[in-house]
């Protein structure tokens, strides 16, 4: 990941805007945003280096929280934004931030592209298996048998395993943590910005009004086993969906490939050394009509 550094030293609340969260108190997503702030105070991101693109849900109203680059998208189209704002200024440290519903329903069609291109953006999604925003529906990743007002009979659709979606379709970084436990997470969001490449982090973000599962989780989430070995893609598969345990931590990471703002400056080094087409110039004179 490309890292601009501070000018001057910047303290986690230099990086909350002006603008208060408006989420429900106790809310997982305070975990993720505090654990987003230390973070990026710990790396020392420039602000005016820095970018998030979200999708719509709860999670959706993260990039207004922080004082950095922001862009509220429509639903599910998180990943599309922030891969078009690295590749229009691959300076940016760039991150992209859903909700379980916004990434694995409406935006499915753009997670395995992500990845497979290995573009070089963080993507942060905040899972609390359940639709918050619109008051408590199933989600793509509510467990079977959820009974809520909307699901009376309890959830029938098997869910969406979020990590298995990424690491069968290419991600090179992977991790999971849990708003339960925020230097962990700190750690992991660290790892993920530094990665070069698409980093896919879930967060286990409690929704406490409508699923609150922080007991539930606190019980039962472990860091995955000192002997985990990251760069086995199938151990990781298998890590994922273990039913001895939750597990938490970095289950994958892969740095031998090159990241898609790497492989498009080659295309546009060719384009305009061939002289027919040049892709390169035709950048510049986009960026310079915006
Ligand atoms: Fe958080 Fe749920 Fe409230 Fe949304 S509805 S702000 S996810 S607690
Ligand atoms: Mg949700």
Redesign the pocket.
């Known amino acids: 990941m490309a890292i601009a550094p501070a000018p001057v030293p910047l303290k986690p609340a230099d990086y909350k805007s002006s603008v208060k969260p408006i989420?429900?108190p106790g809310?997982g997503?305070f975990g993720v945003l505090n654990s987003f702030y230390k973070m990026i105070s710990d790396l020392q991101l420039a602000p005016e280096k820095v970018a998030i693109a979200s999708g719509i849900g709860?999670s959706g109203r993260f990039p207004a929280f922080v004082n950095a680059y922001g862009f509220h998208g429509v639903h599910g189209r998180a990943l599309p934004l922030a891969t078009g704002i690295k590749l229009g200024n691959p300076e940016l440290t760039v991150y992209a931030v859903s909700g379980d519903g916004d990434a694995f329903s409406i935006g499915m069609g753009h997670v395995p592209h992500a990845a497979r291109r290995n573009i070089d953006i963080t993507y942060i999604v905040m899972d609390?298996e359940i639709y918050?925003?619109t008051k408590g529906q199933p989600s793509p990743t509510s467990v079977l048998g959820m009974e809520k007002k909307a699901s009376p009979y309890g959830s029938i659709d098997a869910p969406v395993d979020p990590l298995r979606v990424v690491l069968a379709a290419g991600a090179t970084f992977v991790a999971r943590a849990f708003s339960g436990r925020p230097k962990e997470m700190t750690e992991i969001l660290k790892a993920a910005t530094l990665h070069r490449g698409f980093a896919c982090v879930q967060v286990f973000s409690p929704?406490?009004?409508?699923n609150n599962t922080y007991d539930a989780l606190k019980a039962t989430a472990v860091d995955l086993p000192a002997d985990h070995d990251v760069t086995d893609r199938l151990a990781a598969v298998r890590r994922t969906s273990d039913p001895e345990a939750t597990y938490l931590g970095v289950f994958y990471h892969d740095t031998s490939k090159p990241s898609y703002d790497m492989l498009v400056a080659g295309v546009q080094a060719k384009s305009r050394a061939s002289g027919r087409f040049d892709l390169g110039r035709l950048f510049e004179r986009y960026n310079a009509a915006g």
Do not use: A, Y
């Not at 929704?207 to 409508?210: H, I, L, Q, R």
């Open positions: 989420w429900c809310c997503d709860c609390n918050g925003l929704c406490v009004t409508f």
